[in-house]
């Protein structure tokens, strides 16, 4: 089984940077897609971007496009979320996703994820 536990959170300015990590441990045979989640207070979790661990493959949300990029170590077994030009919208507990054997639209879109980490807080504030 996976598991997945995000790490990176933290208070930034707008305009601010952060990396966000997460850490896949455990052993399959399936392919796994990996996908990152947010949460604003009193909002719905949206899907925020994606990425297919078998071909490399990426989404992103129209809100983060252009700002962040998800990447994967696969020797750490690791994908990260760099945000740039972070935006008092963005504020949310981002959480990351693993579901072997799905598209990045469906994990995304649908919320089709068995796994999911604890989630870390981003706050964007002046």
């Known amino acids: 089984e996976v598991q997945v536990v995000e790490s990176g959170g933290g208070s930034v300015q707008p305009g601010g940077s952060l990396r966000l990590s997460c850490a896949a441990s455990?052993?399959?045979?399936?392919?796994?897609?990996i996908g990152w989640f947010r949460q604003a207070p009193g909002k719905e979790r949206e899907g925020v971007s994606c990425?297919?661990?078998?071909?490399?493959?990426?989404i992103y949300a129209d809100s983060v496009k252009g700002r962040y990029t998800i990447s994967s170590d696969n020797a750490k077994n690791t994908v990260y979320l760099q945000m740039n030009s972070l935006k008092p919208e963005d504020t949310a507990v981002y959480y990351c996703?693993?579901?072997?054997?799905?598209?990045?639209?469906?994990?995304?879109?649908?919320?089709?994820?068995?796994?999911w980490g604890q989630g870390t807080r981003v706050t964007v504030s002046s």
């Open positions: 996703a693993a579901e072997p054997g799905v598209h990045c639209s469906l994990l995304l879109l649908r919320h089709w994820v068995s796994t």
């Open positions: 455990g052993f399959t045979f399936d392919d796994y897609t």
């Open positions: 990425v297919s661990m078998s071909d490399g493959n990426t």
